[in-house]
């Protein structure tokens, strides 16, 4: 019984694994929506209008959802636009939300609209992402029973200790079976700067978080 909950911890990790694959994620998300915002045409205007500003981040949000993430067509896009921006808009000289993204757009200094679409792009992309991560974990791990949320958390243990914090490292498997999206995400970002680093003529480059991921 055991090696058959050991191999079927051991498949269950790999097939997390290659869900959350970071080059798998980036085809999936970040390479289709950096391409919609290069091609979404907005022709420049400055001041810009609020009914203006509201069609044309409406018309990017739509853009985006129904031609390049193939998902269901959006019953208000210009309420999603909104609704991103005041969430999680961050502008370099007025702060965050919706209004600083409108003071953004009417000041040519800090790239007007196309600022705006750049950062509602990015807005979309870590929002897909983090919906997506989460629903791989949920797919795989929270219909779980205990003792195989316990054998996934040892094996992560026993395989992936050196890319875990020492604190992680020093647990027993039982105090972490309710942390293995946490771990994987924790391993997966800790390769993924290994790997860019090897690959840098810099060195090293600086952690960030490859999945954007939030505890569940």
Known sequence: MSSDLEKL???TIA???????PDRIADRFDNPIAKAA???YYEPQCPI????????????VEQVYDKILGAW??????AEAIWLLEDGYESAAYGT??????????DPAEGGVQTVLAGLAELIRDSERQK???????????????ALRCEIARVLLEDYRPFLPERLGKCVSAQLAD???????????????????????????AAETSLNFEPL
């Open 38 to 40: 290069r091609e979404f």
């Open 132 to 146: 997506y991560v989460k629903a791989v974990f949920a797919r795989y791990v929270h219909g779980c029973n205990w």
């Open 49 to 60: 209008a609020h009914k203006e500003f509201h069609r044309s981040v409406a018309a990017f």
């Open 179 to 205: 942390e293995i999206p946490s771990l994987i995400s924790t391993f997966i970002s800790a390769d993924s700067i290994l790997q860019r680093g090897a690959f840098s003529s810099e060195g090293p480059v």
């Open 73 to 78: 067509m959006l019953t208000d896009p210009f």
């Open 97 to 106: 939300g919706y209004v600083a993204a409108l003071l953004d757009a009417n």
């Open 9 to 11: 911890a051991g498949e």
């Open 15 to 21: 097939a997390i694994m290659v869900e959350l694959d």
